[in-house]
T-cell receptor, first 115, second 117 residues
Framework: AQSVTQPDIHITVSEGASLELRCNYS??????LFWYVQSPGQGLQLLLK??????LVQGIKGFEAEFKRSQSSFNLRKPSVHWSDAAEYFC?????????????FGAGTILRVKS | SAVISQKPSRDICQRGTSLTIQCQVD?????MFWYRQQPGQSLTLIAT?????????ESGFVIDKFPISRPNLTFSTLTVSNMSPEDSSIYLC??????????????FGPGTRLTVL
């Protein structure tokens, strides 16, 4: 069965510092991979996705992620964090089912930004 | 992408009652999904609602508890029936848009925050 592991429940970084959020997945075929962000009281916003091709994917708000098949990872990075990046981040794998794509989410990583 | 709205945005309900949550999309979509996010937890898929067919439920979710309607390509409802405090969660709908360039990508509504007393 598909699964996603986000090993860090909380991460705190200083504003202006670099960020890396870890994501490992388990899926038998070539995965569709996603990063979503959820601000307090909000729905989920898509940051970026990987389907195929270039393993370094650029997203919105200055985020990028790198797909590494050998490590089953899809880590999210940002070179310089802003206070507005404080939110919860979810990694997800898309599993193709008979009736459509099912998203399996990781447990999420809460990002705190200190000034 | 798609603009997705949900009603109500939040509600507080008494146990034993039912609540129907609406999801409206600004464009026609084939695939709609309903997720539950329990307090402090990640998202779990409840069911997939495709227009013209019955909803497909994930393991652990049943139609009697979470009946879903999908009357057309822009609208769906999820009912949480006979509620208990354990149903307190955020319920989110999502859609896959028809644009081939955006296929297999789900976009989410703002969610409905439900508290059951």
């Amino acid at each position: 069965a598909q699964s996603v592991t986000q090993p860090d429940i909380h991460i705190t970084v200083s504003e202006g510092a670099s960020l890396e959020l870890r994501c490992n997945y388990s899926y038998g075929a070539t995965p569709y991979l996603f990063w979503y962000v959820q601000s307090p009281g909000q729905g989920l916003q898509l940051l970026l996705k990987y389907f195929s091709g270039d393993t370094l994917v650029q997203g919105i708000k200055g985020f990028e992620a790198e797909f590494k098949r050998s490590q089953s990872s899809f880590n999210l990075r940002k070179p310089s964090v802003h206070w507005s990046d404080a939110a919860e981040y979810f990694c997800a794998v898309g599993a193709l089912m008979e009736y459509g794509n099912k998203l399996v989410f990781g447990a999420g990583t809460i990002l705190r930004v200190k000034s | 992408s798609a603009v997705i709205s949900q009603k109500p945005s939040r509600d507080i309900c008494q146990r034993g009652t039912s609540l129907t949550i609406q999801c409206q999309v600004d464009s026609q979509v084939t695939m709609m999904f309903w997720y539950r996010q329990q307090p402090g937890q990640s998202l779990t898929l409840i069911a997939t609602a495709n227009q013209g067919s019955e909803a497909t439920y994930e393991s652990g979710f049943v139609i009697d508890k979470f009946p879903i309607s999908r009357p057309n390509l822009t609208f769906s409802t999820l009912t949480v029936s006979n509620m208990s405090p354990e149903d307190s969660s955020i319920y989110l709908c999502s859609v896959e848009v028809e644009d081939p360039a955006l296929r297999d990508t789900q976009y989410f509504g703002p969610g409905t925050r439900l508290t059951v007393l």
